[in-house]
Every structure is written in structure tokens, then in C-alpha cells.
């Protein structure tokens, strides 16, 4: 059984940095690792993913040239680097991994994922 274990997250002010990490422990050795978000009262959203296959990284918009998606030195583990944190990017942050592939138009789909983190809070204070 496959397990993601998530750290980091926390409280900043805007215009600060955060990094999260997650680790996927048990049978999982390629697919895709990435991250959601909910933010109080909206559906949770795709923020980036990891694709191990191909060494790609897909972002969303509202993420893309602030957060850096990495495969880290550890085996089977992700970061994710958030720079110029906004109050609107306040919410829960869920780890998510597929032992499939990861494209542009499936990799925000939450039904791509097979394995999900318990969750993470992110606060940015304005």
C-alpha cells in the first residue's frame, strides 16, 4: 500500500516563501507526484505535478513562474518551492500520486490519482 507523507506548510506573510514535501513510501516507483489545494469554500484544484517519466512539470496558472515542482534527491519524493506567496493562495495543500502518466489535460483531474495525502496548511497573511 502506498503512502504519502507531507511536510512543510505553515504561516507567512505575503511575498514569502514555503516549501512542502512529499514522500511516497511502499510499492511506488514511477507515475506522476503533485499537488492539489482547497481553499475555504472553492473545489480543490490541481497546483503542479511531477511527471517521472518524462521529466516534466505541469503548473496551473495562477502558480506557474512563482512555484517550482522538483523531484528531490530522495527516491520517490517531490518539493514544492512557493515564492511570492498571495493571501488567495491560503488553503489546504494535498499531495496526490499516479502510477500513470501525467498529461495536459489529465493531470489536474483528480481521478488521475491513486494515492492521496492527508493535508497540509498553507497561510499567507496579507
Known amino acids: 500500500q502506498v503512502q504519502l507523507v507531507e511536510s512543510g506548510g505553515g504561516s507567512v506573510a505575503a511575498g514569502g516563501s514555503l516549501t512542502l514535501s512529499c514522500a511516497a513510501t511502499?510499492?511506488?516507483?514511477?507515475?506522476?507526484m503533485g499537488w492539489f489545494r482547497r481553499a475555504p469554500g472553492k473545489e480543490r484544484e490541481g497546483v503542479a505535478v511531477?511527471?517521472?517519466?518524462?521529466?516534466?512539470?505541469l503548473y496551473a496558472g495562477s502558480v506557474r513562474g512563482r512555484f517550482t515542482i522538483s523531484q528531490a534527491h530522495a527516491k520517490n519524493t517531490v518539493n514544492l518551492q512557493m515564492s511570492d506567496l498571495k493571501p488567495e493562495d491560503t488553503a489546504m495543500y494535498y499531495c496526490?500520486?499516479?502510477?500513470?502518466?501525467?498529461?495536459?489535460?489529465?493531470?489536474?483531474?483528480?481521478?488521475?490519482?491513486?494515492?492521496w495525502g492527508q493535508g497540509t496548511q498553507v497561510t499567507v497573511s496579507s
Open positions: 511502499g510499492y511506488f516507483y514511477s507515475g506522476c
Open positions: 511531477h511527471y517521472f517519466g518524462a521529466g516534466v512539470q
Open positions: 496526490a500520486a499516479s502510477r500513470g502518466a501525467c498529461y495536459d489535460d489529465t493531470w489536474s483531474v483528480e481521478n488521475t490519482y491513486n494515492f
